[in-house]
């Protein structure tokens, strides 16, 4: 959802193939309403990723970061969490981190993208886009569950 974000809210600057108007013909048709199960829902969905897209805007670099950040975790220290009733932990799979140990974690990507943006811009800025990017992640999380679960059924 990051990368759609991008391409249809970052602006002019964003470099992606192919980046015309069959592109935005065929993902702002995804977002022509009504497409999920309630008004609000949509509202939420469409705000979110135009906060995300403006936020990040052409920035490829900061993209894959925040994108491959998310992936791995952004920022999660929290142990795997036990559905059983029981408190069977044998049926919980170990964090990706710890079953490859050679590549980075979430929070080795958040900070790789924060140490990238405080090189790229005034400190003050970068704090501000990182603390931004951050915030942004419970949301996306709400409309990427809304654009894939509640969806109209058409």
């Not at 990238?116 to 409309?143: C, D, M, N, T, W």
């Amino acid at each position: 959802m990051a990368a759609v974000a991008v391409r249809m809210f970052g602006g002019p600057d964003v470099d992606c193939f192919p980046h015309n108007h069959q592109f935005y013909q065929k993902y702002t048709f995804l977002l022509k309403s009504p497409w999920a199960s309630s008004l609000e829902f949509e509202s939420e969905a469409e705000n979110t990723l135009r906060n995300l897209g403006a936020t990040i805007g052409g920035d490829k670099r900061m993209e894959v970061l925040f994108t491959s950040a998310i992936m791995r975790g952004f920022r999660d220290l929290s142990p795997p969490a036990c559905s059983s009733p029981d408190g069977d932990m044998t049926s919980v799979q170990a964090s990706l981190a710890i079953r490859l140990p050679d590549l980075l974690t979430g929070t080795q990507f958040s900070l790789l993208l924060h140490r990238y943006l405080q090189y790229s811009r005034p400190q003050a800025e970068a704090v501000h886009i990182f603390q931004k990017l951050e915030s942004l992640i419970p949301p996306l999380y709400g409309a990427t569950n809304t654009f894939y679960y509640e969806r109209l059924k058409f």
